[in-house]
């Protein structure tokens, strides 16, 4: 049994439930959101959907937070998104604050829950919400760079997709950084080919934007590659993933990508088996990682003291 | 090989496309849209997505519609959505004038295809693209109402929905009838079971209006049934489904969904199996059709004609 | 959920086994065989085989044939295999035997299951056991050589497999008739094709003797076919196959294939769909059928009356 | 494209391809064996398979080994099997000089292929093939075995199969250790549970012997969990599996099991992550193999001397 609970489904938590499902990672789903109706109307749309495919798993489509409860794992998009001229610093204070509630109401009623964290700034979320629930959580990291990239260098050498290996690592976002000592086209280093590596981390930093100004958001590459990373845990499958999971830093729990081994248990990482340049390069994500967090922290209690 | 080509990827298409490609039936799609810069983004988006599942369809996204050629089987989601204050009649001709277009740029490129029509009034727009094609044009017709109806029945009898059989027939919307001799629940008529008939048919009629309402349009449950029509004429599966498939009436050729064999071949239909009450269903859905049909392709005449 | 009894795992009940679970058709299996230590020992194998993939169904392997209870469906592929020198009548009078007591034994047990006979002469069988349990019983009838009859054309026409379609029915064996009215190629029918009908027919006749000759034992083929009927059960798929089903000719319930609709209810059959040639093959089935079941019964109640 | 050349088609090598096929992880297979007629039969009963599924894969039976040309991988299960009263030493001569053949044969043919070894015993003979072939070859190794492991504990512990996670490592074969310091239950390590180590060693050790005795042959469990290497190398999956890569040892490439991630590319393993006793186990089965290799090649071309 594979109970997952979702929380928050906008347009890309409903391409996660939607995928995981379908690719058999879930058998029973607890599907929540804020907005009246979404849930339960969405859960028509699952349940017309799965007629056709003869998919079994049990969902139920909630607006009481109460419903998520002995879930095996539970995946939280929910959060605001970045409006026009609101800072990243403002984000981060707007969803922390709803990551602690979260944190109080989910971690009593999931108990040894694995928590998976897709709301942005994700890393930061998912060091938040862990800080408040004490509960172990993960985040999304840099798995979706990590296809992106691959996606590009096939296209660009005219390769199949399911030859280009290698992984993104950092924080999630702008300043991840290509793990160039990682990516192999056909078994051989990257070196071997002609590829202009600028352009490939040009890609990976902005094909979100273009998408997003095209189509409004990105879902179907996040959403599929997401529910990858619940159907690695629910079947066991020790898939190495580039995701942000915690790690002590100066006496606090933060989130920073290095491809690590996803199983129904979390680990090893592999950064240490990494060249010296990409493992200097994550070492300077986690401080930068840490500094913005404090700073972002900070901000969060100054904004929740009485005034 | 199997290759498909998409014309429109609205919210709807791309659900078509991601479904129909994940499921294995597609070997090679092409994907148009009108909008710019929309199938090309597209295109990214599911790039990214079959990275993490290895899958080796080779896709193309494009805004000029010469590059649907050689296909297999063309999918048209393309088409106006009925806006507010808008006739059904007016609608009709919107996109009637769509669908003549295509059927001309199209027909040449695509020698030997199926076209499956996805557009709205679907089984309408069936007709009017086949008679200036002269290529053979089915319609989703009324599988989606059709899984509707069981997902339905299995919610409120609490039973898998892999239980519940039978089919909705007629034209797709609203004048939609099941076929209620077709309708078994582990394997028994349904009149052994205890549920009220009306609400079932109100749910098929309702639903898609309430999801719309909250959701802003239905997409997971029409895109994942379609995709499954689909794979079945793709995989050869020789499900019986209820789409619309072309028929003499009055020596015109019009669609009008009942329950139909559906592999790399269309057919037979089970028609003459159903129960006199239901096929006097189907014939009254066939005749309504046709004089609706014959108004609506007058008014296009009309809107045709020089001033 | 889906609950699954297997009686007997030869070579042939093992590939079905295996092949019906992996295909996601089975959520609860219970494996019976009257070899001491097999099933267990098969279970051990497929526990393995599941780890890797991630498979939850729950396996059982027994000797006790009182496990298999609560079944939504028995699949039996329990009987002797015909010997050199052994009649068909030999063969008839030996396995209904066991039919008999396994009806006796699974029938109280099983309320409502659906029964897929497999042990041979596989129709006849389905007869004989549906007489003593008086239990809904099938045979998985001509759909095997149906398959097989597609995968030659398209070999032969050197084209994919999807794009073959049609149908063999009759009864199962040397009797078996392709019904060349259904049989298409790229949805025209088979006369617009280069192709030799006796050589098709001689391959669905010799190809299992062929096969058994090099190999020992037809598995992958049938296993694999048979699964995917009890998928169709399963999974509600609504796929038209060629298998045999019960029908009244002369007072008897007797089995004989043709094409017909397979879902969690099983039916109509698309016989009278047909073109007259085709139908007249199957009438002409019957009677032979009918005939040859008698004298066999007539044989086995001889076997059966006390010295 | 993923191109797979099978070499061997007994009981267990029918199995990796007809899994392999199914799990989506081959375009094109080319199926040899030495025993004539019978790839050209297997590939009638995969056909026929393939029919109902829809799977397009090509596949060609020959006995010809040069038809095994232009391959991505090549798969090798041909050998003897060791018969009673034949020692190890000497199930490893005639082996031995298969495999010269096959690496003279094959190497040539298909530029840039890897090779997984099945044939027993399986790492010796992994290292005798590269040294001849100067090729990339891997073992199935321990991965077997690590299945065998997880399902055990699993059902030990009555939890789902997908909570257990942990390897096996070594050589293949009785003296495989367990890698304790990787088993985990729902991320918890072994420790935090009841169940005796031992037990688990002797499961591992005896039960292919116990399935051997009854069903005459291991086939389902490595058949499967072999096919899941092929898929996880062909379809990129970065899953880290127990399987033996070459390493350097004394001035001679031999092969080891530890984790390891298999995608396009294999590597990097996991080895220096383990703890220190597992690391211990290792290191000392290293030099078990290297002292055992090094006498059964003297044997070898003690055998091929001309007298």
New interface residues.
Partial sequence: ??KVGFIGVGKIG?TIV??SI?S?AV?EAVIYDIIP??PE??E???????????I?TEILGTNNLDDVAGMDMVVISAGKPRKPGMSRRDLFVDNAKIMMDLAGKLAPKNP?A?YLMVANPVDMMASVFMKYSKE?TISTGD??ET??M??YI??KLKV??????GFVGGEHGEDAVVLWSTV?V???PIDNFNINKQEVEDYVKK?PG??IR??GG????????IA?IIKAV????????SIATPRQYEGQIIHVSSPI?V????G?S?E??LDEKDRWHLNSAMKDFYEAYMENMKQLEQSLKPT
């Fill in positions: 049994m594979s409903q939607y995928s379908v058999g058998d109706e979404l109307k969405f028509h749309e699952l349940r017309h959907a799965f007629a056709t495919k003869g079994k040894g694995i172990y798995q979706v296809m992106r691959r996606s096939a296209k199949p997709v399911t030859q280009v290996d192999k056909k078994g051989k094909i273009e998408i095209v189509m990105t879902t179907w590459g996040p959403g599929t590659i990858d629910s079947l066991n499958e020790n898939r190495v993933m081994v199983s129904s248990s979390i090893p592999l240490t088996l």
